[in-house]
Each structure stands twice: as structure tokens, then as C-alpha cells.
């Protein structure tokens, strides 16, 4: 379970900072918005995951991998893109200068 484990760092990664954006304003509707990206790029990744992996483009080994999958695509390869939906309006926002309002 290799990739597992490499997924760790970026889900932690993406956890606080994630919640450390929570202080700064409309967090519910970011959280919303993430969500919302998060389904779209999952859909996607399962579509062109699968098309890639049929396509022979790349493999997995099965000893690197949890052995769960949607389609041909391992349950691992959905982590980034949820990642992502989450870390990139995070760091925006933590980025982004307060407001003297």
C-alpha cells in the first residue's frame, strides 16, 4: 500500500490548512464550492483515469495499491483531485490580505 501512504502528507496538508481558513470569512460557502469542485474533478478523474489505464498508458502494481477501485482506477488516484478542491481555495484565502472593513 504504498501509495496510501504517500497520500498521507498531502491529506494533512490539506486538512489544516483547510481548517485554518475557517477564521477567515464565508468558509461555509467555500467549503460549499470545494465540494462541489471536489465532485466534478472525482468524475473526471474516474473518466479519464479509466480511459488512460484501459489505453494501457500506465499500470499500478497491485502490491502498491489497496486493491480497491472504481473501474480500473485505484481508490488512491481519487485522492488528489479531492485534495485539490480543498488546498487551492484554502491557500487562496489564507494568501489573500484581510480586509480593513
Not at 73 to 78: L, N, R, T
Amino acid at each position: 500500500m504504498t501509495y496510501a501512504w504517500i497520500i498521507v502528507p498531502f491529506a494533512l496538508i490539506t486538512l489544516v490548512t483547510t481548517l485554518a481558513s475557517a477564521v477567515r470569512p464565508r468558509f461555509a460557502r467555500r467549503m460549499g464550492a470545494s465540494a462541489v469542485a471536489a465532485v466534478v474533478l472525482v468524475v473526471l478523474t474516474a473518466i479519464f483515469d479509466n480511459v488512460m489505464i484501459a489505453a494501457d498508458l500506465f499500470t499500478y502494481p497491485e502490491h502498491n495499491i489497496s486493491g480497491i477501485r472504481i473501474g480500473l482506477a485505484p481508490i488512491e488516484d481519487f485522492s488528489y483531485p479531492l485534495c485539490a478542491a480543498f488546498l487551492v481555495p484554502a491557500v487562496w484565502t489564507l494568501l489573500t490580505p484581510r480586509s480593513r472593513t
